[in-house]
């Protein structure tokens, strides 16, 4: 009998969706859940449903970061605690959308997460219930003996990106 402890591994940004696909080519057990987080909704074609959540804002940078008003009046004071004051013109001023990714910079990916934080908790949540609702048994009667005190999470990334 093969022991497998539960897990959930979260791709951020393209160089976690990379991994994620690789992942997948293995025979994972079916207590062991991907989610790819990313603002490049083109990256969901790649996964299957429940598996992506798009956190792209389909509004330009410089509406984003000038206005703030694709976020609660309550969020926009969030907001601009972390938001830097130094934002290169270049950036602050852009017509780009970040419905296809954060363009490799860092605050736009932080942007993108904290517009849509609730959704990523909601289905990592979705996720765990899963787990321990039904995968582990699930896992049990396909003859997989499962540590069901610990459920792994792992996060792939880089150090580069925007939404990673």
């Keep these: 009998m093969v ?28 207590v062991v ?26 509004e330009q940078v410089r509406t984003i970061l000038n206005e703030l ?17 130094n934002i290169p013109e270049g950036i602050r001023n852009s017509t780009q959308t970040l419905d296809r990714g954060a363009a490799q910079v860092r605050i736009l990916g932080r942007l993108c997460l904290y517009h849509n934080a609730m959704n990523v908790y909601n289905r990592l949540n979705e996720l765990l219930a899963d787990i321990v609702s039904k995968c582990i048994q699930d896992a049990v009667e396909r003859g997989y003996e499962v540590d069901t005190n610990l459920i792994n999470v792992f996060v792939v990334t880089s150090v580069g990106g925007g939404c990673g």
Excluded at 3 to 22: E, F, K, M, Q, Y
Excluded at 39 to 44: P, Q, T, V
């Design 33 to 58: 859940k991907l989610l790819e987080i990313d603002a490049d909704e083109g990256s969901k074609e790649c996964f299957e449903p429940g598996e992506f959540i798009h956190i792209g804002i389909g």
């Design 3 to 30: 022991s497998v402890t539960p897990a959930v591994i979260i791709g951020l940004g393209g160089t976690g969706a990379r991994v994620l696909n690789v992942i997948k080519k293995f025979k994972l057990p079916p």
């Design 69 to 85: 008003s694709v976020f609660s009046s309550e969020q926009v004071e969030q907001v601009k605690r972390f938001l830097p004051t």
